[in-house]
């Protein structure tokens, strides 16, 4: 865990995963068309990142949202990103519910100090 850009992200062949997507951030006035830095993210192999945005798009489309519609507040967009990260790493053993909690934890009081929360 740790946020987007960040040094403990390079060159581990991972790929880094927001839990507050970037383009929330945009919609919001946050972020300027690049990727936040320090976007709470955890370092994911490809595989593992795939299988994240792909339960991510089945709750949005459960939702009745496209994968790139946001929902209104980073408090729903946390809570449903923490479902997909729940459902796809958590059950099948890929991280631990401590580590799904501390991303949650992270995002969440980054959201509230972007005052979008």
Known sequence: MAGYGAKAH???GLEAH???RNKFLEEKGIAKGRRYKG???IAL???HHDMVHAEENRLRRAR???PNQMLKRGKLEIRLM???IH??????GIITQQQARTARRFST???KRKGCF
């Open 10 to 12: 390079k060159n581990d």
């Open 18 to 20: 927001e839990i507050v």
């Open 39 to 41: 976007n709470p993210s």
């Open 45 to 47: 192999s490809p595989e």
């Open 64 to 66: 009745g949202l496209g």
């Open 82 to 84: 923490s479902q997909a």
């Open 87 to 92: 459902n796809s790493l958590v059950r099948t």
């Open 109 to 111: 009081s980054f959201a």
